[in-house]
């Protein structure tokens, strides 16, 4: 019989069993609700588009595709390539039936003859040159429209990798030839994340209609370096936060080995400045338990964004970067919009290899699947909101959190404080939350701020009080780590009103230090506590400071 020693601290999960080869596929995450997407790209202008693809289609079973346009831009002015959307289409057809075997029953991959149908194609000029009275529309913002149009009561998110002129025909149209109740009912289901302004539509669309959800870098013309996005891949390149993110994560040899392999993976090219630029429009919509796509600045793989107008006197919908603090690998302390984003990279890179192991043939494949987490019997990838008032003390188990393919578990929780703050140093303007963490981390025990602080009336909430942001990010020990979270949300009245009640009684006080020693035959495991030292206060030793907020944390 196989045994396994190892020196753990006590801050990560007890060991199971390894993992099994097959895993029962009504056991893996399930999604309630999928985001409507159509994607504008200028594939060919260079390979980033393309790599792009080849990592949005591995995630197609969790979003629901409306449309794949191929569009111009300032980098590509005069033509459009949709065959090279339906090439990677081509490599996926071959391995769509791999895919389909690690996930949901409940939530397939699509078919690759569907995405064929909607791959379609923007006017072969520059921008605004393709917008205006006598114009027909072009198969794209064909296309668009009638997703727009659909009875259906979901947003349709619309990601401009290129230049939005399809986006601009479309509103041009119904603008010209629908009244304005029902022009503004159609504006209002769009959701638009671009990359920056990379023709002269999108600032047309943004004066024309400023009552459209419009997430978008703003900065100088080319001055890309300075966009949140850059920060997917893009800091030797433009020379930020040099030493906070880990560059080995998006470097051509980490690439090589973890995605470009088999048979769907020699799809991705080369990168030619760094990887995959426009991949944070989509990473902002992943549902993984983190990013909120309705609210910004709540933070996700794709950046947090927050309104450039705060003011109610104008209805303005136009989000931009917004700041993170976090503590990089380097140990140093970075306060940036690229580091809300960075701060997930081993995340979203490990989920990226995971998912490329997934389409390999099973007898390939180091295949691995998310944990599933469950807080207080919330196993919903949505928020958990729990009601509460100053001064309140709230207990979280989650106990209940399990792995599908019976991997072991690290659990570790922090306070993410930047969401709902317009303070750069936002230890000015967010109060904090006082927790504890049981030994094993599947518990933990939070006491609200007092009245003075937590509602001091400077917040934009109606009750005058903070939501405070508390995020468990829970990561298996498979041959490619996975990631999933959920984020607690803790809405404060200040009033007599007791806090939500807990599923839980009590949270164990972590309050030693100490290391653990697994011999482990299945289940069986020994804890040396010899060592005693309070914890509490100090930073959590498996942390390491790598990708983690400069706030208070434990693990």
Request: with cysteine; charged share 20%.
């Amino acid at each position: 019989m196989r045994r396994l020693s190892l020196l753990l601290f006590s801050c990560l999960n007890a060991f199971v069993a390894d993992a099994s080869a097959d895993v029962n596929r009504s056991s893996l995450q399930t999604y309630a609700s999928k985001p409507r997407v159509f994607v504008l790209s200028d594939i060919s202008n260079e390979p980033d588009d393309t790599e792009s693809f080849v990592r949005f289609l591995l995630y197609s079973n969790q979003l629901q595709i409306e449309g794949m346009a191929a569009v111009t831009s300032t980098w590509l002015k005069d033509k459009v390539y949709p065959e090279q959307i339906s090439d990677v289409v081509d490599a996926y057809a071959e391995v769509v039936a791999n895919l389909n075997q690690h996930t949901s029953p409940s939530s397939p991959y699509p078919s690759a003859e569907y995405l064929h149908s909607i791959v379609k194609s923007g006017p072969a000029v520059y921008g605004m040159e393709g917008v205006g009275p006598g114009m027909n529309l072009s198969s794209g913002a064909e296309l668009l429209l009638d997703r727009l149009r659909q009875p259906v009561d979901k947003p349709l998110w619309v990601l401009g990798w290129g230049g939005v002129n399809v986006l601009a025909e479309t509103l041009y149209y119904i603008q010209h030839n629908f009244n304005a109740t029902e022009a503004a009912r159609l504006r209002a289901q769009l959701r638009v994340y671009t990359i920056s302004d990379q023709d002269d539509s999108g600032l047309w669309i943004r004066e024309q209609f400023p009552d459209i959800f419009y997430i978008a870098s703003m900065h100088g013309w080319n001055q890309y370096g300075l966009a949140a996005w850059s920060a997917i891949s893009g800091e030797e390149y433009y020379n930020f936060d040099v030493g906070g993110p880990d560059f080995t994560k998006v470097s051509a040899a980490w690439l090589k080995k973890n995605i470009q392999i088999g048979i769907y993976g020699k799809e991705y090219p080369d990168y030619k400045y760094f990887m995959e630029g426009d991949t944070p429009t989509f990473l902002y919509l992943i549902q993984n338990g983190l990013g909120v796509p309705e609210q910004p600045d709540y933070g996700s793989w794709g950046g947090r964004y927050s309104l450039v107008d705060l003011s109610k006197q104008v209805k303005y919908r136009q989000y931009s970067d917004a700041a993170d603090r976090v503590v990089g690998q380097n140990n140093r302390t970075y306060t940036s919009n690229h580091a809300a984003i960075w701060r997930w990279r081993d995340a979203y890179q490990n989920d990226f290899a995971a998912r490329m192991q997934w389409a390999l043939p099973a007898n390939e494949s180091k295949a691995n699947h998310h944990p599933v987490v469950v807080v207080n019997g919330h196993a919903e990838l949505s928020p958990l909101v729990i009601a509460s008032t100053p001064n309140a003390t709230v207990s979280l188990d989650a106990s209940g959190t399990y792995d599908p393919d019976r991997d072991s578990l690290s659990f570790r929780w922090f306070q993410y404080k930047e969401p709902g703050s317009t303070d750069w140093n936002v230890d000015n303007q967010i109060p904090a939350l006082d927790f504890t963490v049981s030994t094993d981390g599947e518990r933990a025990q939070v006491t609200l701020p007092a009245a003075d602080e937590i509602c001091d009336g400077k917040s934009s909430n109606d009750s005058g009080c903070w939501t405070l942001h508390l995020i468990l990010e829970v990561t298996d020990h498979g041959a490619i780590p996975l990631t999933t979270y959920k984020r607690v949300l803790f809405e404060t009245t200040n009033s007599t009103q007791s806090a939500t009640e807990s599923l839980v009684e009590d949270a164990t006080v972590l309050d030693w230090k100490g290391y653990v020693e697994y011999d482990i035959d299945l289940d069986d495991y020994w804890v040396d506590d010899d060592w005693e030292e309070p914890i509490l206060g100090r930073d959590c030793p498996c942390s390491g400071g790598h990708g983690g907020s400069g706030g208070h944390e434990h693990e």
